[in-house]
């Protein structure tokens, strides 16, 4: 990926500057990096440093902590997009012995999966991962301090237990297929297991004080699925932008937007925030838009990754201290920041190749008892179905192949679209999921559930 400054206006890029430097400043980090991913590329990078005369390049590499958990959920995903596996599958179908094997994978991925937050102690981020060899090292005899699939509840062994899937389904190490299966494919050649140079080193900076203490650099052994990962802003830009559009060659589009949709109840605080959890990604919303990503931190290390989907706007934000900058808010500003001052030029509109006949005839208004609706075609060859209120229900729907759609989000979600003829083969009313739509209000003759009164539309009278 070429990195082109020159893309993003003068201002826009001493806003992106400016931004990072307060978080470098304020957060008294070591050093911090940035980039910002749009239309599929990077188009800017930026670094501030406490070393004089010195600033990383988007090739250092930093240590990113949980933004590992994003490529363990992708490896997941291509196990189910290959039929090897199913979300709803029991872990023990496939990884038997655990003794947590009554979870399912879609909890392990969404962390509604009732395990405990961290392994057993002693802290597992700053010791040795030779302390923790097998799987019951890292569960601990309690495992849950949930009943699964209730609530959520971040989870490290969980993600731990996803490696140990990976690793047994595909038969490799989770290091192994990991670099065959998505950062080879990706061009992803400067993330690794381990720390390669250039890359930096990782500090704790004092509460309140200006001094610096090096973190220890610790193998996490087993634990390495849920947080090992070194990469750069580079690298990640790729991600960012293999997260917003899919690969085919690791994940196509429609399973990464299944990674973006909510998975996970949210708790109270986590709605008070915004915040809740897809298959692998965190999501937010900030600034009336939805963001998608991760965080990541482990001792020395912080890091960030923020896309803006609707925006096409994405943000990489990487640091080298314990605490200090907030990644989260920085990297959601960067994406405001572009989305505000250089909003996305749609693509010119083009009509369709060809329409449908019967498909097109099913377009314009209906009503759902007395709510109108409409429905277009869309230029993915689906539909979509929304009030013309502006206010209620709406969804797009992706055609099945034999007539009917399925939903894709919201209340209807997962339902079936249809299209309901008369003996005569004229157009009677649409159902969905049991819901009928006519073209007028209870109109007289259609399929209506409970009938309409013979007497029809009145006044009071």
């Given at each position: 990926?070429?990195?082109?400054?020159?893309?993003?206006?003068?201002?826009?890029?001493?806003?992106?500057?400016?931004?990072?430097?307060?978080?470098?400043?304020?957060?008294?980090?070591?050093?911090?990096?940035?980039?910002?991913?749009?239309?599929?590329?990077?188009?800017?990078?930026?670094?501030?440093?406490?070393?004089?005369?010195?600033?990383?390049?988007?090739?250092?590499?930093?240590?990113?902590?949980?933004?590992?958990?994003?490529?363990?959920?992708?490896?997941?995903?291509?196990?189910?997009?290959?039929?090897?596996?199913?979300?709803?599958?029991?872990?023990?179908?496939?990884?038997p012995g655990t003794g947590a094997g009554e979870v399912t994978i879609a909890e392990l991925l969404a962390h509604t999966s009732g395990l405990a937050a961290e392994s057993p102690a002693p802290w597992w981020e700053r010791t040795p991962g030779s302390l923790r060899p097998e799987l019951a090292d890292v569960l601990?005899?309690?495992?849950?301090?949930?009943?699964?699939?209730?609530?959520?509840?971040?989870?490290?062994?969980?993600?731990?237990?996803?490696?140990?899937?990976?690793?047994?389904?595909?038969?490799?190490?989770?290091?192994?297929?990991?670099r065959r299966e998505v950062l080879d494919p990706l061009g992803l050649d400067r993330t690794s297991v381990r720390p390669e140079a250039p890359h930096a080193g990782g500090w704790a900076v004092h509460p309140w004080a200006d001094v610096m203490l090096p973190e220890p650099l610790e193998d996490l052994g087993r634990m390495a699925p849920a947080g090992q990962l070194w990469s750069t802003t580079g690298d990640l830009a790729r991600f960012a932008a293999f997260l917003t559009a899919g690969d085919d060659r690791v994940l196509g589009a429609r399973t990464v937007r299944e990674m973006r949709a909510p998975a996970a109840p949210a708790e109270a605080s986590d709605v008070a925030d915004g915040v809740t959890y897809g298959l692998g990604l965190q999501i937010q919303y900030r600034d009336g838009r939805m963001l998608v990503g991760h965080s990541g931190s482990l001792p020395g290390f912080l890091a960030n990754l923020t896309i803006g989907v609707a925006d096409d706007i994405a943000a990489v934000v990487l640091a080298n201290c314990t605490s200090g900058p907030q990644l989260s808010a920085v990297g959601a500003d960067l994406v405001r920041i572009v989305a505000e001052a250089e909003p996305r030029i749609p693509e010119p509109w083009r009509p369709l190749p060809e329409a449908d006949r019967p498909v097109l005839e099913l377009t314009g208004q209906w009503y759902w008892g007395t709510h109108p609706f409409v429905l277009r075609l869309t230029d993915d060859g689906g539909v979509s179905l929304e009030p013309l209120s502006g206010n209620g229900?709406?969804?797009?729907?992706?055609?099945?192949?034999?007539?009917?759609?399925?939903?894709?989000?919201?209340?209807?979600?997962?339902?079936?679209?249809?299209?309901?003829?008369?003996?005569?083969?004229?157009?009677?009313?649409?159902?969905?999921?049991?819901?009928?739509?006519?073209?007028?209000?209870?109109?007289?003759?259609?399929?209506?559930?409970?009938?309409?009164?013979?007497?029809?539309w009145r006044g009071i009278g």
């Open positions: 990926m070429t990195t082109s400054q020159e893309e993003l206006l003068p201002a826009t890029r001493r806003a992106l500057l400016h931004r990072i430097a307060v978080a470098q400043a304020e957060g008294r980090a070591p050093s911090l990096v940035a980039a910002v991913v749009r239309g599929g590329r990077a188009v800017w990078h930026g670094a501030r440093t406490s070393v004089e005369g010195h600033a990383p390049d988007e090739n250092v590499q930093y240590r990113i902590g949980s933004l590992t958990k994003t490529f363990t959920a992708v490896l997941v995903l291509r196990l189910r997009d290959e039929g090897l596996l199913d979300l709803g599958d029991p872990l023990e179908k496939h990884l601990g005899e309690q495992p849950f301090p949930h009943p699964p699939g209730r609530r959520f509840h971040y989870s490290n062994p969980g993600y731990t237990v996803l490696g140990a899937l990976v690793e047994e389904v595909r038969g490799a190490s989770w290091e192994d297929v990991l229900r709406r969804s797009g729907f992706r055609a099945n192949g034999d007539g009917t759609w399925t939903g894709l989000e919201g209340y209807y979600a997962g339902e079936v679209l249809r299209a309901v003829r008369r003996p005569d083969g004229t157009l009677d009313h649409l159902d969905l999921g049991s819901f009928v739509f006519t073209r007028q209000p209870y109109e007289d003759g259609s399929a209506v559930p409970g009938g309409v009164h013979p007497r029809g």
